[in-house]
């Protein structure tokens, strides 16, 4: 997959959307850990895990590029992205969705897709902004991660609400390493969700797990994930940083022939871009890198 170049270069950074600066500040704030941001972003090396103090750290210095990735795929309505982009609108203006998190973290890819709409709704007068209930089932093995998704979602209900968002958070304390843990995890969101429901799959930054930690101990839970959600007008997305080789698309390819889902002729997209945001906390412009792969589910 060749990469391509953004709109976004480094003398037009793209600006992440108000909802997701303000909420990062303001939990970061809570957390009394926000002045600390510039010289823990020099430290490096976050990549969330179990415990308090990782998620913590990966909190204040990973969300924003999480997010920045993200939003590059659904705002500006014309960017970079414009078929990712345009499924995930029409994912978005669904009555009644349910969206499964997949490592979810604080759930910075997913709240930034949400923000991203309550953005164009803000904006774009012709946007669509009919009320949107949406269920959130976050999937992630700490607890601590966990609760400040629930606490981000607290921040943001309010500004949500006044778009016509609604949502509901459904936190799943799972190891995805546990074909046990999944499995009832997966029972317990199908039977919470009852009929006809219309699912987005989303999964954001991952490959911090390296490539063969994720072969040998994630795929299997993937693939189950993905097939048991497999329903009409459902979709799964996965953004990733840059990662050597086409990472998410290999791994996808791999799960795809295990579960013989026809390959690459399922409305499958994949895009590896590299772009320039601004960070709103320090002003400073950054470049990354990343890719992404959109699927449809329908069986
Ligand atoms: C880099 S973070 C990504 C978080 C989020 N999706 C985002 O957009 O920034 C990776 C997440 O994977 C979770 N994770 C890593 N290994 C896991 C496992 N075995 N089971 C469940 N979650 C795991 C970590 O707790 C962390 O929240």
Known sequence: MGQSESIFTDKNPMQLCDATVESHREICRKLNIFDSYEEELTKGGAKGGEGAPESCKHLLTRFLNSAARTQLAIFPLDGDLPEINEELIAQLSAKNLYIIDIASGHGAGTLSIINSIHHLRIKEESFPTDPLDIDIHALDFSETSLSYYENLIEILRSDYLKVGITI????????????????????????????????????????????????????????????????????????????????????????????????????????????????????????????????????
Request: glycine fraction near 4%.
């Open 168 to 299: 509901k958070f459904h936190r799943h304390i799972v190891d995805l390493r546990s074909d046990e843990n999944i499995k009832t995890a997966v029972e317990n969101i199908k039977t919470s969700i009852g009929k006809n429901p219309q699912y987005l799959l989303t999964c954001s930054a991952i490959s911090g797990v390296k490539r063969t930690v994720f072969q040998e101990s994630f795929a299997r839970s993937y693939s189950y994930i993905v097939t048991e959600f497999r329903e009409e007008n459902s979709l799964f997305f996965w953004v990733e940083p840059q990662t050597k080789g086409d990472w998410i698309k290999e791994s996808w390819q791999e799960l795809a022939t295990e579960q013989k889902i026809e390959y690459p002729s399922d409305g499958c997209k994949t895009k590896n871009i590299r772009f320039h945001w601004s960070d709103p906390h320090t002003k400073s412009v950054l470049h990354a890198d990343a890719e992404y792969l959109l699927m449809g589910l329908a069986t």
